[in-house]
């Protein structure tokens, strides 16, 4: 019973970085994402994936694997479309001012603009 309760949580885990993952690879933006922090979330998932592997702990093991797995690609995502932001994400046309994160350095933005295939 509770290895079904941990399969769940462990499916809304993977559901919870799917939008994240989804918008950078479609969109190319990366803007709001702290590499900083998703190297944290990458290296947390080592240590504590190593005492599951160490315990023997299935549920623990998925659910380190699944959190490696994407913390990894949207680091890589991030990096890739360092700087990069999708319309909704981008500067605001009359100079506005755009809310930096805390510990980067500010950047402009480089607007991505993708013209959809209807077919």
């Known amino acids: 019973m509770f290895e079904i309760l941990g399969i769940v949580g ?21 803007a709001g994402v702290s590499s900083r922090a998703w190297e944290m979330w990458l290296a947390s998932s080592v240590l504590v994936g190593t005492v599951a592997m160490h315990r023997r702990d299935p549920v623990f093991i998925l659910l380190q694997a699944c959190t490696l797995a994407s913390a990894t690609v ?4 991030a990096r890739r479309y360092k700087g990069m932001a999708c319309e909704l994400h981008a500067p605001p046309a009359d100079g506005g001012s755009v809310v930096q994160a805390v510990g980067t350095t500010p950047q402009p933005p480089v607007v991505v603009t993708h013209a959809r295939n209807a077919g």
């Open 74 to 77: 949207i680091l890589f995502l």
């Open 10 to 30: 462990i499916a809304i885990s993977v559901a919870a970085y799917v939008p994240q993952v989804v918008h950078l690879a479609r969109e190319h933006c990366s």
